[in-house]
T-cell receptor, first 113, second 115 residues
């Protein structure tokens, strides 16, 4: 049971480049989400999905795009990278109930130069 | 809307001493409350959670937390710190009525344990 798998683990981008952060889970969780972690700011919700074909914005969605074509995968796209998007990105998944445990991936450390 | 305040970005204790990490929340509806731990270069791992029922909840690694509605608090404690407890701890809240988790995290508290 792999849990939540994020790729890549590290990435350096130039300003203006685009890329996709991958997230896959094998627990048949309906709910998936993306957070960014910045020093002194905790984790902030970017986008989330309650099932295939359904996505919604979180607290900091600007500059990011998501889609959910399958239950297992929830990629995060950076459309035109900016230095302000330098951060550590975490994907999480859980069942669609509020009182359940969220499982987190190992994170992707992204640097935009 | 929900928010979480964690007092103290860093807490230092000696091995064997009491650990107390503070968390206060704000929520317009009854909340679910969580504590997560993050070890260096790792994702987050659930320590414990409050959903309904008993207000004193026990988690993994000897940690526990008490939900105090009147004080809007959910402080994390451990009677005796171990070197392996050194990590960053996050308190999080989600409203009880959404049917899924839109976790709002505090800014985190880094626990330092000295021998």
């Amino acid at each position: 049971n792999a849990g939540v798998t994020q790729t890549p683990k590290f990435q350096v981008l130039k300003t203006g480049q685009s890329m996709t952060l991958q997230c896959a889970q094998d627990m048949n969780h309906e709910y998936m989400s993306w957070y960014r972690q910045d020093p002194g700011m905790g984790l902030r919700l970017i986008h989330y999905s309650v099932g295939a074909g359904i996505t919604d914005q979180g607290e900091v969605p600007n500059g990011y795009n998501v889609s959910r074509s399958t239950t297992e995968d929830f990629p995060l796209r950076l459309l035109s990278a900016a230095p302000s998007q330098t951060s550590v990105y975490f994907c999480a998944s859980s069942y669609v109930t509020g009182d359940t445990e969220a499982f987190f991936g190992q994170g992707t450390r992204l640097t935009v130069v | 809307a929900q928010s979480v305040t964690q007092l103290g970005s860093h807490v230092s204790v000696s091995e064997g001493a009491l650990v107390l990490l503070r968390c206060n929340y704000s929520s317009s509806v009854p909340p679910y409350l969580f504590w997560y731990v993050q070890y260096p270069n790792q994702g987050l791992q659930l320590l414990l959670k409050y959903t309904t029922g008993a207000t004193l909840v026990k988690g993994i690694n000897g940690f526990e937390a008490e939900f105090k509605k009147s004080e809007t608090s959910f402080h994390l404690t451990k009677p005796s710190a171990h070197m392996s407890d050194a990590a960053e701890y996050f308190c999080a809240v989600t409203p009880m009525n959404t049917g899924f988790q839109k976790l709002v995290f505090g800014t985190g508290t880094r626990l330092l344990v000295s021998p």
